[in-house]
C-alpha cells in the first residue's frame, strides 16, 4: 500500500540543510559540531518514524520533478530502500561523533564535515530513490561529494587516489546511465517493481548486454574484481573517509545497487527464463563474486599496513552480498542483504580501531602493535569482537549472514558456494586473529603496559559499533531489527 509522505524527502534534506549551513558558518566549532549531531540525530528519528509502517508493508512515496512521462525525481520507501536508509542513518550519529574526535586539530574541517553531511544525504537518497533515473542521480552526486574527502590530506598521494577514484566511479557511472537509457527503450519505465520490469520478449541477447552493463557500472563501487583498483589507494584519506566508504556509503550503494537490478528491474523470473535459454548472467555474476571473495581475502593476507589490510578484506565481503543476490533464492537473498548492515557495524568497528591507534600512537602497520592491547585493552577488545563477527562465529552478526547465505547456497544447488563461504571463514580467521594474537600475546617493545586509552570520542563509537555485531547475532529475529526489514523485502521479492 503506497502512502503519500513528505518524510522521504526530508531525510535527505536535513543533510544538505545541515552541509549548507556548515558552508556557511562552519569556522565555528561549536555550531559546526553542534549542526553535525543534531542533523544526524533528527534524520535518525526521521527515518526510524516509516519503520513500523514499512513492517506492515506500507511504502511512503514522495513524487518531485517529472521530466517527461516515465522519467521522474521519485523518492519511494519500501523495505528495502528502508532498511538501507535505517543502517545509513545510524552509522551517520555513531560516525559523526568519531569524525568530531578525529579531525580534531586537522586542516580544513568545515570542508570535511560539509562534505561529509552530503555524503550521507546522497547515500539516504540512493535508498529511498523509487526509479533507476533517481537512484543514477544520487548515485553520480555521491561521487562527487565523496572526492573533496578521498583527497582531505592534499598530499599527492591523496591527489593520485582521488584521480583513481574518479576515473573508476565515473567510467561505472558512465554505464549505468547507458543501460538506464537502454532499460527505458525496452520497457518504457525505468520504476522499481517487484516482479521486475523487463520481459523476455525484448531478446535474450540484449537483456544479457543489458545486464552486463549494470553490473559493471555498479560492480566498480561494489569493488567486484577487477574493477576493485580504486578502493585500496582511496585508505590514504582520512579514517572517517575510510569509515564512510567501506560501511555507510559508497561501497554499500553500489551492492544496493546491484540488488535493485537484479530483483526490482530484471527479477528472479526473468533471469531464471534466460538461464533456461542458455544465457544464465546470475551464474556468471555468483562466479565472479566467489573469485573476488577469495583473491579479495588472499591480497588481504599481504598487507602490513592495516588500513589496506581492511580494505581487501571489504573487497571479499562486498561479495558476500553480491553472492547472496545471485542465487536467487529467499535465504541466499536474506543473507546477502542482512550482511549490509552485519559487514558495515563489523568493518565500521574496525575502521575505528585502527584511527584510535594512529592518533594514539601514530602507528599504520600491523608489524608495529605489539603489545597494542596492554595499552588499549577496551579498543582492542573491540576489534577482536568484530573480527570474531568477520568469521562469522555465533553469537555475532557474521554468522548469522553466513548461515542465511550457506542455506541459500544448497537451495539453490551451489555447494561450490558454501565451500568458498568456508574457506573465506578460514582466510579471515588468517589475516585477522595475528592482529588479536600480536595485541594481547606480545608486549610492547618498551615494556610499558600502562593503559592509554584514545579519547572517548574515539572509544564511544567502537565500544558501540561492537555491541551492535553482537546483538545483531542475538537478537537477529526480534521484531524492528534488520533482519524484519530483509525478510519483508524478499518476500516482495520472490512474492512469499
Known amino acids: 500500500m503506497e502512502v503519500y509522505s513528505i518524510r522521504p524527502l526530508l531525510a535527505p534534506m536535513i543533510s544538505i540543510v545541515c552541509a549548507i549551513l556548515i558552508f556557511w558558518r562552519g569556522d565555528n566549532t561549536f555550531l559546526r559540531r553542534s549542526l553535525s549531531i543534531s542533523a544526524s540525530i533528527i534524520k535518525w528519528i526521521v527515518v526510524f518514524s516509516m519503520l513500523p509502517g514499512s513492517l506492515a508493508g506500507k511504502i511512503y512515496v514522495t513524487q518531485l520533478v517529472p521530466f517527461t512521462p516515465g522519467i521522474s525525481i521519485l523518492l519511494r520507501v519500501d523495505a528495502l530502500g528502508m532498511f538501507f536508509g535505517m543502517v545509513s542513518s545510524t552509522l551517520w550519529v555513531i560516525t559523526t561523533i568519531y569524525a568530531i574526535g578525529y579531525m580534531e586539530g586537522e586542516h580544513a574541517r568545515k570542508r570535511f564535515f560539509a562534505f561529509f553531511a552530503l555524503c550521507v544525504s546522497t547515500t539516504v537518497g540512493i535508498a529511498f530513490a523509487g526509479n533507476m533515473f533517481t537512484l543514477f542521480v544520487f548515485y553520480e552526486m555521491l561521487t562527487v561529494c565523496t572526492y573533496p574527502l578521498v583527497i582531505h590530506e592534499e598530499t599527492p598521494e591523496a591527489m593520485k587516489a582521488g584521480r583513481k577514484y574518479l576515473v573508476y566511479t565515473l567510467t561505472g557511472g558512465s554505464f549505468i546511465l547507458f543501460a538506464t ?32 552493463m549494470f553490473m559493471l557500472g555498479f560492480g566498480v563501487k561494489s569493488a567486484i574484481m577487477p574493477l576493485h583498483g580504486w578502493l585500496p589507494s582511496a585508505m590514504v584519506a582520512p579514517t572517517p573517509v575510510s569509515s564512510l566508504l567501506h560501511a555507510v556509503a559508497v561501497v554499500k550503494a553500489g551492492v544496493f545497487g546491484i540488488t535493485r537490478v537484479t530483483y526490482n528491474i530484471f527479477g528472479v523470473s526473468l533471469l531464471k527464463e534466460m538461464a533456461s535459454k542458455g544465457i544464465n548472467v546470475a551464474y556468471i555474476l555468483m562466479w565472479a563474486a566467489m573469485i573476488t571473495i577469495i583473491c579479495g581475502s588472499l591480497m588481504a593476507l599481504m598487507q602490513d599496513n592495516l588500513k589496506k589490510r581492511l580494505a581487501y578484506s571489504t573487497i571479499s565481503q562486498l561479495s558476500y552480498i553480491v553472492l547472496g543476490v545471485s542465487l536467487l533464492t529467499p535465504d541466499g537473498a536474506a543473507g546477502g542483504i542482512v550482511h549490509i548492515v552485519n559487514q558495515a557495524f563489523m568493518k565500521i568497528t574496525m575502521f575505528f580501531v585502527a584511527g584510535a591507534i594512529y592518533k594514539k600512537t601514530h602507528k599504520k602497520n600491523i608489524s608495529e602493535m605489539h603489545g597494542i592491547g596492554h595499552k588499549m585493552p577496551i579498543t582492542m577488545a573491540t576489534f577482536t569482537v568484530a573480527s570474531l563477527g568477520m568469521m562469522g562465529l555465533p553469537p555475532t552478526a557474521g554468522f548469522i549472514s553466513k548461515w542465511y547465505l550457506c542455506l541459500g547456497a544448497l537451495d539453490a544447488g551451489q555447494i561450490i558456494a558454501v565451500v568458498v563461504l568456508l574457506i573465506s571463514s578460514f582466510l579471515n580467521a588468517a589475516y585477522f586473529l595475528p592482529i588479536v594474537y600480536r595485541a594481547y600475546f606480545v608486549k610492547p617493545p618498551d615494556g610499558d603496559v600502562t593503559t592509554d586509552e584514545a579519547h572517548w570520542t574515539l572509544l564511544l563509537p567502537c565500544v558501540i559499533c561492537s555491541l551492535y555485531v553482537i546483538a545483531l547475532g542475538l537478537f537477529a529475529d526480534l521484531p524492528f531489527v534488520p533482519l524484519a526489514l530483509v525478510r519483508e523485502a524478499v518476500k516482495q521479492f520472490f512474492v512469499l
Open 181 to 212: 537509457a537502454l532499460t527505458f527503450s525496452l520497457s518504457g519505465t525505468v520504476s522499481f517493481s517487484q516482479p521486475g520490469i523487463l520481459s523476455i520478449n525484448s531478446g535474450v541477447g540484449i537483456l544479457a548486454v543489458l545486464f552486463a
